[in-house]
């Protein structure tokens, strides 16, 4: 098979003696399965007869039944498929052309290499087709390309297994680390003391979620989370998709700021002082409304190349769009907390992801539940931490703080429970209850 590129003829990418040599060590040696079976899939393989070969392989696997020429020969005539697959005269040629199966592993990644390539051909052979079509959506037909590219990226990132005295050995590092350094939390300070006495601070790879109803209050605290991480030294990227840059400052000059959150909006009042601390923060703002996940994740990329972002905020999830025909607004939302989750695994940072809660979780008294999380199932099963937060039921004085109710409702490394923070609205900031002692929150 042949591509035809700028008038040349060139040939699909693929290898047949390393095809071979994988079948044949399976043909030889009944462990050598064991070696390839997590990295090669039957249309890895390109020759037909090949693929038809080891898939039957995979099936003997399976039914956990022993794989030699007998076997194969057996499996490929009960499908109907040993002439089709080269015969006998076939499985005795590839298994005489392999001396040894110590080299499986080697074939195997070439194999997969060169079907990854063939998908990478099949990936630029479909984003040309499209930009031919001349769509009319410009950004939608990028997302589809950038889709397929991602998804073909995140497919070629094969997981190895480690033995268990190499995570042992992080393991130790890591506890005796704690140990030189007991006051201080494992992970990336959250900045309020409540919150991390039951996460030890957030793990980069992990998913978080910081949810409540409207005007409680979660994008200023996540706002004050990433202030505090940033002059802790953790660099943070925010995407806010329903605020932009000038109210996203604003914001933070409140935060550092003895002034009011109007008297800055409006002017009245220039806080040099509060200014000049910010501009040295490690603080990225993109207010691109109504971003697609695709296009989050190809800045949040190319933000790493440049600085090293340990921390992202994503302001608010319901907000982002898919560019996909998904068939209603939870599988939507399920593709993009997954895309979230792999983003925060691949790149290596913490990312806190905002979502509102459905009208449940006002109706009722107390405390929100996980299941009150909007089109939230899949955010509540790919959320590492989630972070509840209501309203105190009880009137507050004017002029005084009020009493914002929280609870970690999740956290899959470690315990649950409830606190307090106090907020106060003309700043938009929210105050720690919790004593420093490093004891149970206040």
């Given at each position: 098979m042949t591509l035809e590129v700028r008038g040349a003829e060139r040939q699909v990418p693929f290898d047949d003696r390393s095809e071979q040599q994988v079948l044949g060590s399976l043909l030889i040696d009944r462990d050598a399965i064991f070696k390839v079976a997590d990295l090669l899939r039957a249309d890895d393989f390109y020759i037909p007869r090949n693929r038809l070969i080891y898939d039957a392989a995979r099936a003997l696997l399976e039914r956990r039944e022993r794989i030699d020429p007998l076997t194969i020969q057996v499996e490929l005539a009960r499908r109907e498929e040993l002439d089709r697959a080269g015969g006998v005269a076939y499985l005795r040629a590839i298994t005489e052309t392999v001396p040894t199966a110590v080299e499986i592993e080697r074939h195997a990644h070439v194999v997969r290499d060169r079907a990854i390539l063939r998908r990478l051909l099949g990936a630029a052979t479909a984003i040309a087709a499209d930009a031919y079509d001349e769509p009319t959506d410009i950004p939608l037909a990028l997302d589809r390309a950038e889709q397929r590219l991602f998804a073909l990226r995140d497919e070629s990132l094969n997981a190895q297994l480690r033995h268990i005295t190499a995570a042992?050995?992080?393991?130790?590092?890591?506890?005796?680390?704690?140990?030189?350094?007991?006051?201080?939390?494992?992970?990336?300070?959250?900045?309020?003391r409540e919150i991390d006495y039951y996460t030890e601070g957030f793990t980069t790879g992990d998913l978080i979620v910081v949810a409540s109803r409207p005007s409680v209050g979660k994008t200023s605290l996540a706002l004050a989370m990433a202030f505090e991480m940033?002059?802790?030294?953790?660099?943070?990227?925010?995407?806010?998709?329903?605020?932009?840059?000038?109210?996203?400052?604003?914001r933070f000059l409140a935060l550092n700021s003895r002034m009011d959150l109007l008297a800055l909006r409006t002017g009245n009042i220039i806080d040099t002082e509060a200014a000049e601390a910010l501009r040295g923060l490690p603080i990225l703002i993109d207010d691109t409304p109504g971003i697609s996940i695709m296009e989050l994740r190809t800045k949040a990329r190319r933000a790493t190349t440049h600085e090293k972002i340990e921390v992202i905020v994503v302001d608010y999830i319901q907000l982002i769009r898919t560019g996909e025909d998904d068939e209603n607004r939870v599988q939507e939302i399920a593709t993009i907390t997954r895309n979230l989750k792999s983003l925060a695994r691949e790149l290596g940072v913490v990312v806190i992801g905002l979502s509102q809660l459905s009208r449940a979780a006002g109706d009722a008294a107390g405390e929100p539940k996980l299941s009150t999380l909007r089109e939230g199932g899949s955010l509540e099963q790919d959320s590492d931490v989630v972070v509840m937060l209501w309203k105190d039921r009880e009137e507050t004085p004017v002029g005084a703080p009020r009493l914002i109710n929280g609870a970690v409702a999740k956290n899959r490394n470690g315990p649950t429970g409830s606190f307090q923070l106090l907020f106060e609205s003309e700043q938009a900031r929210f105050f720690s209850k919790a004593r420093d002692d490093g004891g149970m929150p206040a």
């Amino acid at each position: 098979m042949t591509l035809e590129v700028r008038g040349a003829e060139r040939q699909v990418p693929f290898d047949d003696r390393s095809e071979q040599q994988v079948l044949g060590s399976l043909l030889i040696d009944r462990d050598a399965i064991f070696k390839v079976a997590d990295l090669l899939r039957a249309d890895d393989f390109y020759i037909p007869r090949n693929r038809l070969i080891y898939d039957a392989a995979r099936a003997l696997l399976e039914r956990r039944e022993r794989i030699d020429p007998l076997t194969i020969q057996v499996e490929l005539a009960r499908r109907e498929e040993l002439d089709r697959a080269g015969g006998v005269a076939y499985l005795r040629a590839i298994t005489e052309t392999v001396p040894t199966a110590v080299e499986i592993e080697r074939h195997a990644h070439v194999v997969r290499d060169r079907a990854i390539l063939r998908r990478l051909l099949g990936a630029a052979t479909a984003i040309a087709a499209d930009a031919y079509d001349e769509p009319t959506d410009i950004p939608l037909a990028l997302d589809r390309a950038e889709q397929r590219l991602f998804a073909l990226r995140d497919e070629s990132l094969n997981a190895q297994l480690r033995h268990i005295t190499a995570a042992l050995q992080t393991n130790y590092e890591h506890l005796t680390d704690r140990m030189e350094r007991p006051f201080e939390v494992s992970g990336i300070p959250s900045g309020f003391r409540e919150i991390d006495y039951y996460t030890e601070g957030f793990t980069t790879g992990d998913l978080i979620v910081v949810a409540s109803r409207p005007s409680v209050g979660k994008t200023s605290l996540a706002l004050a989370m990433a202030f505090e991480m940033a002059k802790r030294g953790h660099p943070a990227l925010l995407f806010s998709l329903e605020m932009d840059a000038k109210q996203i400052v604003s914001r933070f000059l409140a935060l550092n700021s003895r002034m009011d959150l109007l008297a800055l909006r409006t002017g009245n009042i220039i806080d040099t002082e509060a200014a000049e601390a910010l501009r040295g923060l490690p603080i990225l703002i993109d207010d691109t409304p109504g971003i697609s996940i695709m296009e989050l994740r190809t800045k949040a990329r190319r933000a790493t190349t440049h600085e090293k972002i340990e921390v992202i905020v994503v302001d608010y999830i319901q907000l982002i769009r898919t560019g996909e025909d998904d068939e209603n607004r939870v599988q939507e939302i399920a593709t993009i907390t997954r895309n979230l989750k792999s983003l925060a695994r691949e790149l290596g940072v913490v990312v806190i992801g905002l979502s509102q809660l459905s009208r449940a979780a006002g109706d009722a008294a107390g405390e929100p539940k996980l299941s009150t999380l909007r089109e939230g199932g899949s955010l509540e099963q790919d959320s590492d931490v989630v972070v509840m937060l209501w309203k105190d039921r009880e009137e507050t004085p004017v002029g005084a703080p009020r009493l914002i109710n929280g609870a970690v409702a999740k956290n899959r490394n470690g315990p649950t429970g409830s606190f307090q923070l106090l907020f106060e609205s003309e700043q938009a900031r929210f105050f720690s209850k919790a004593r420093d002692d490093g004891g149970m929150p206040a």
